[in-house]
């Protein structure tokens, strides 16, 4: 397994793993509720839109792409690297990608055009988390820092840099940024 994403109800989950298959599960029972076959490569990293519609994965080929959990179908993105970390904005209108090549790029998820790109670390970007009021976004990548972003001006609005560790997970949580790191 190398990404897990919850349902907003809370009551199903989706799975990723290194050999391209995507399952979605029942919480309460276990039990898979269906299968996603990319049969590409690993995938990194998926996440479920906050309004349930949509659930989004990203791999190593650097292939993103959107699906809508009904019918199962997928909407390409190609991005130039491998692709370690997706997150929806809290509307479900936007789709935001890290990858190795340190950019963090925003999607429309109406028409899958490019909206804006960031570069604000000289590493692989290893997670991103938006706040709920859309305002900032929260990555963390290799290079021991943690970078807050203005989103509407598309600037590094502040950066933390966290002695000898590098940042592996991060969660917004009232205003709060919480992360995990390797150390």
């Avoid at 598309?154 to 950066?159: I, P, V």
Wanted: proline residues 2%; glycine residues 4%.
């Amino acid at each position: 397994i190398t990404s897990l994403a919850l349902t907003s109800d809370n009551t199903r989950f989706f799975s990723s793993s290194e050999d391209g298959i995507i399952k979605k599960w029942e919480l309460e029972t276990g039990n898979c509720l269906g299968n996603w076959d990319e049969q590409e490569c690993c995938i990194n990293a998926i996440a479920v839109s906050p309004n349930d519609k949509y659930f989004v994965s990203g791999n190593t080929n650097g292939i993103i792409k959107l699906w809508d959990i009904k019918n199962k179908s997928p909407k390409e993105i190609i991005n130039s690297r491998s692709i370690t970390t997706v997150c929806f904005s809290p509307d479900s209108k936007s789709i935001i990608a890290g990858s190795k090549d340190n950019t963090i790029k925003f999607w429309h998820v109406k028409n899958i055009k490019l909206k804006n790109s960031f570069c604000g670390h000289q590493t692989c970007i290893n997670t991103i988390a938006i706040s709920n009021d859309e305002k900032f976004l929260v990555s963390g990548g290799d290079n021991n820092k943690i970078n807050i972003i203005d989103i509407q001006e598309m600037q590094l609005f502040n950066s933390i840099t966290i002695d000898d560790c590098n940042i592996k997970s991060i969660v917004i949580y009232n205003n709060w940024i919480i992360y995990s790191s390797e150390n």
